[in-house]
């Protein structure tokens, strides 16, 4: 098995590899297959070489070795296995289009407007390589197995349409942005909150990227509000990452040592936040941002200007609304007008197989003194979430 070094270039060249691949074979399913094999490959030469100096290039030309490989077996050897051997070239293409970063380009290329918005964001998750299908379902809140029918849909999809696996162009980016997004924000998500138990509860090189690949869409899309919003929303939530884990333990932002906080950050995401105010078109990730920006704004918990979060949650249910929404609305009104009024709110939503459900309403269960009931509210919170981290914290609370 490789090393935790290993898996770490697996993660970051995985998509890089399978979108050079796929535009230049024209075949989703094949730049997969191939970039698969390439990394078996990979497992048994690096073991015995160690890892070479640019393996995103090692494994990209292993890998179109492969899918030349796939192609003859499957005896096409015609126009397009003679397509295939003029495009096996080491050299970057000519035109690599508006978004020169590689990932970012992977992320707008996959976009399509042609695909369903919530299949575009999986197949995209999926590509990128960051996320195994497991994690996005848990992200969606759906079961993995229709995770991996959307998709297998979204493959079939761009192959029986023909939808050209191509470079996008500047004015492809407006139809294309906010899938883009959408995307960021689940891979920063997993990041700040990893949903599997086979990986760090805190995984930062995931929140490090999304930060990255969001602040090149705001330097393509300057005058983008909502990409704005999401880079001020990921740094004053990422700003608090050094106070968010103790002792195998996840931290919650009530107890967490506010001097670890990255001032910097915080700074950088107020400004942002601003800058969307004067732009005066307000969105999800602006709104969310802004909240954040209420608890950065706090020296201490008790400090939190709740009937601004408050009102802000009333605008993100007016532009956004969902149960997420609604269930984190009901724990600001709780601070504002106690948990009664919150667990009334919290108990009309149906988000029984959500862990932060039940982890809400055992918080507030435990503010009444309904123990036995916070207790089990605790547990089955504990059952549901794959951080161990958050884990150990709901376990620690079931036990008063």
């Known amino acids: 098995m490789p090393d935790r070094a290993w898996e770490q270039v697996f993660r970051a060249e995985h998509g890089r590899v399978v979108a050079t691949l796929a535009r230049r074979f024209g075949d989703l399913d094949l730049a997969e297959d191939a970039t698969s094999e390439a990394l078996v490959v990979a497992l048994e030469k690096w073991s015995e070489e160690g890892l070479p100096p640019n393996p995103g290039a090692w494994l990209t030309t292993v890998g179109a070795r492969k899918a030349l490989d796939r192609l003859r077996r499957e005896a096409k050897r015609d126009g397009k296995q003679q397509e295939a051997v003029t495009m096996v070239d080491d050299s970057p293409p000519d035109d690599l289009g508006v978004v020169e970063d590689d990932r970012l380009r992977l992320v707008f290329t996959c976009c399509h407007p042609a695909l369903a918005p919530e299949n575009r964001v999986a197949l995209t998750l999926r590509m990128l390589g960051g996320l195994t299908v497991a994690e996005i379902a848990r992200a969606f809140l759906v079961p993995e197995t229709t995770m991996a029918q959307r998709i297998t ?3 079939a999809k761009i192959k029986q349409a023909k939808i050209p696996y191509r470079v996008p162009r500047e004015a492809d980016l407006p139809a294309r942005v906010g899938g883009v997004l959408a995307v960021l924000y689940l891979v920063f998500n997993e990041g ?3 949903t599997s138990e086979e990986t760090d509860p805190i995984r930062g090189e995931l929140c490090d990227e999304a ?3 969001t602040r090149l869409v705001v330097q393509l899309m300057p005058d983008e509000p909502e990409a704005l919003g999401l880079l001020a929303l990921m740094l004053l939530i990422d700003a608090r990452r050094a106070a968010r884990e103790r002792d195998g ?4 932002l009530d107890q967490q040592d506010r001097r670890l906080w990255d001032a910097e950050r ?3 995401g107020h400004a942002l936040v601003r800058r969307c105010l004067q732009v005066g078109r307000p969105g999800p990730y602006q709104l969310q941002a802004a909240i954040q920006a209420v608890h950065d704004d706090a020296l201490e918990f008790p ?3 709740w009937d601004q979060v408050v009102a802000l949650y009333d605008q993100l249910l007016a532009v956004a609304p969902s149960p997420i929404v609604v269930m984190n609305r009901a724990v600001a009104v709780a601070e504002l007008d106690g948990p009664e009024v919150g667990l009334a709110l919290v108990e009309e939503l149906d988000l ?4 932060a459900w039940h982890a809400t309403r055992a918080d507030l269960l435990r ?3 309904r123990s036995d009931e916070a207790r089990d509210a605790y547990l089955r919170a504990a059952e549901l979430t794959q951080n161990a981290a958050e884990r150990a914290w709901l376990q620690a609370r079931s036990t008063g």
């Open 153 to 155: 849909r979204s493959k």
């Open 192 to 194: 700040y909150l990893a």
């Open 211 to 213: 930060v990255r690949l």
């Open 249 to 252: 333990m996840l931290v919650t």
């Open 266 to 268: 915080i700074d950088e």
């Open 303 to 305: 400090d939190t200007q």
């Open 352 to 355: 029984d197989g959500y862990h």
């Open 367 to 369: 503010r009444l003194g």
